[in-house]
């Protein structure tokens, strides 16, 4: 039943978000604080699924109310307690607001949905959950094209669920179950290319991503956290979790394209960064680019790649979600985000530049910081799998991020200041130092997430390699 208590804290705490006043808003982050601390509780050595729960949900359609958590989706669970709960920390003080609160929270029930779900159904309701919760911060505490870009977010996301739930139809009548935990493997290369189609637009990956810019641009600073932080994953971890145990011939023979793909994602994604004049802009397109790292290590289908592929995924939430609170830091106090304008800021607000400057290098992928390991890893297993040209377009994409995040920073923090900045307050330090010191400890000691993740993946690549 601890699973089922995952899901219903954050349940409870976005309901009591509506109590009146402070109430509410304190209720609900300490739901949030609840369910953090049993994520953490969930950790567990065994082998196979550390916890299951399996219920007949519409027994009529052999439908399951089936859960279960292993080392694959545990660290993006606890990432996605973890970032909730500064979230709404960060909104106690910034955006006061139940509604706003209640919503992150809500959020979170989907967002732990899916990483939880074992039957395939199930994982589709919870991917669409996510939708109506973002849409609704998005448009209600955006910027001043906030609808615009929450509709664009919205039909975007609704093409990609379309293609998801086409993709899911056909893996049950091919198949004959929606079971995740011991799927039949027999599904054609078409029911895999509709589910990467559709957890594509969610990661998103190129040329599948023109929402994102508009949707980070928009989006009120906890609203950027989540969408990068954990939103993201979604989509990548839904090729690990379904689109290649259900179809692994399929994803064979669709391997070189995804390569080619995560390629493109990289190398484009970097060359519009080095264009960018707005830094929220920027960063949104820096995870097009950094997510193709992500989908190169999935495309190997190695033990090497999905694992940079999942100590990828959680350095991205890390240290994305530390450069928008950052961003919107700057954004609160400047109230520009154009680059051109931010000059100085190591005069201004030395703490401010120094943080920015640690958060760039980590993203930059610099050894010793937790944004390296993923990067350096999908470029060995692609050339592993003797995909020599991707890898070395790979690395010479890793070369752009460096350039555009040095440029960044050069523009940000050097030359004269104009502005006169307050350093961080308390209630931001408490939101950003978690971060900080995760991607110090991830970047120093790596078996903190392979250690975890290396036995379930290697089950997974046993599984579909027979």
Not at 36 to 63: I, M
Request: overall charge positive; hydrophobic content about 55%; charged content about 10%.
């Amino acid at each position: 039943m601890i699973l089922i208590a995952l899901l219903a804290l954050p349940a409870l705490g976005a309901l009591l978000a509506f109590l009146p006043g402070r109430t509410g808003r304190l209720a609900a982050t300490c739901a949030a604080g609840l369910t953090f601390g049993l994520s953490l509780r969930l950790y567990s050595t065994d082998s196979g699924y550390w916890y299951e729960f399996d219920r007949a949900w519409v027994p009529a359609l052999h439908l399951r109310f089936h859960l279960g958590i292993d080392g694959i989706s545990w660290p993006l669970v606890v990432l996605t307690t973890l970032l909730t709960l500064l979230c709404c920390l960060y909104s106690l003080w910034k955006t006061p607001d139940n509604r706003l609160i209640g919503l992150l929270l809500a959020l979170q029930v989907g967002l732990l949905g899916v990483f939880v779900a074992l039957d395939l159904v199930l994982f589709f309701v919870a991917f669409e959950v996510v939708l109506l919760p973002m849409f609704a911060i998005i448009a209600g505490w955006g910027g001043p094209k906030r609808r615009h870009a929450a509709r664009k977010f919205v039909l975007y996301t609704l093409l990609g669920s379309m293609l998801l739930l086409i993709g899911v139809v056909l893996v049950i009548n091919q198949t004959g179950t929606a079971d995740l935990a011991r799927p039949a493997g027999t599904a054609s290369l078409a029911a895999f290319v509709f589910l990467a189609l559709g957890f594509a637009v969610k990661a998103p990956l190129w040329p599948l991503h023109s929402w994102l810019p508009d949707a980070h641009s928009e989006a009120p600073t906890v609203g950027s956290v989540l969408l990068a932080g954990v939103l993201l994953k979604l989509g990548t971890y839904g090729l690990i979790r379904v689109a290649i145990p259900v179809a692994p011939d399929g994803a064979r023979e669709a391997a070189p394209v995804l390569a080619a793909l995560a390629v493109g994602a990289i190398l484009i994604g970097g060359l519009i960064c080095l264009a960018q004049k707005e830094l929220k802009r920027l960063i949104a397109y820096s995870s097009v680019g950094h997510m193709g790292f992500v989908l190169l290590g999935i495309a190997t289908m190695t033990a090497t790649g999905l694992q940079a592929a999942l100590i990828g995924n959680l350095a991205h939430g890390l240290i994305t979600g530390l450069l928008f609170f950052l961003v919107g830091a700057l954004k609160d106090r400047t109230h520009t985000g154009e680059l051109s304008e931010l000059g100085g800021l190591r005069e201004s607000s030395p703490q401010l530049a120094g943080l920015l400057g640690f958060a760039a290098l980590a993203s930059l992928g610099l050894p010793g910081l937790a944004g390296f390991w993923g990067e350096a890893f999908a470029v060995i297993a692609a050339a592993q799998r003797g995909w020599w040209l991707a890898a070395v377009l790979a690395a010479v994409g890793g070369a752009l991020a460096a350039a555009y995040l040095l440029r960044l920073l050069r523009k940000v923090t050097h030359g004269p200041s104009t502005l006169k900045l307050t350093g961080p307050a308390g209630y931001e330090l408490a939101a950003w130092a978690p971060l900080v010191v995760l991607t110090v400890a991830v970047g120093l000691a790596p078996l903190l997430v392979t250690g975890v993740t290396g036995p379930a993946v290697d089950a997974l690549v046993e599984a579909f390699t027979k």
